[in-house]
């Protein structure tokens, strides 16, 4: 599985990539824009072609399900530990995020998967994930019941490492929209998995 999550800030031609990135075979797109108002959400989500809104996971703005086809909400580490998506599990995909293997052995099956961060330096902030350990800690996974998806530095040239060391997916945030070309990006990691 690849997800790919947005830039907090807007991007160029973003939902037009967005498009681009599922008709090339993205599995989920996270979508967090914490500077958005509800009006620039909507109009964002109006951008994405209908037949890809079931693969959309918001980060906030969960009452959006009202009005779009929107069935999968992520919840930060700090809204897992108040129990804010109690009302959501269920009829609901929920997703969540982790930074060592301890919390993430804890998860009950309630969550779909969770993202481990970092796995590799990032991409994006800079100095962030040099001291990780995340990729040696994982090897004490032993939660079978939540998908692991790893977070952090991961583009083309390593995303083959991210699922021989026991990931179920890798999710691009750098990897993408910090290079020219973010769908050349997303094709060349997408291929580097099908082919190992």
Not at 66 to 76: I, M, N
Request: hydrophobic share 35%; with cysteine; glycine share 6%.
């Amino acid at each position: 599985m690849i997800i790919v999550i947005t830039p907090e800030t807007p991007f160029q031609k973003e939902t037009e990539i967005i498009n681009q990135l599922f008709n090339e075979g993205l599995d989920l797109l996270h979508i967090r824009k914490p500077m958005f108002n509800r009006e620039k959400m909507k109009s964002f989500l109006d951008g994405i072609d209908d037949e890809f809104h079931s693969q959309l996971v918001l980060h906030g703005f969960y009452d959006m399900r009202k009005e779009y086809p929107v069935s999968r909400f992520h919840f930060r580490e700090a809204d897992r530990l108040e129990e804010r998506h109690k009302v959501f599990a269920g009829e609901n995909i929920i997703s969540t995020s982790v930074h060592d293997i301890e919390v993430f052995n804890a998860l009950r099956k309630e969550w779909e998967y969770a993202l481990i961060s970092p796995f590799f330096p990032s991409i994006s902030k800079k100095g962030y994930g040099e001291q990780s350990t995340v990729l040696e800690d994982i090897k004490c996974r032993n939660n079978q019941e939540v998908k692991l998806i790893a977070l952090g530095g991961i583009n083309e040239n390593n995303i083959s490492e991210v699922f021989e060391n026991g990931a179920d997916g890798a999710a691009l945030l750098g990897g993408i929209w910090e290079c020219n070309e973010p769908v050349n990006s997303f094709k060349k990691s997408r291929k580097k998995i099908l082919s190992s």
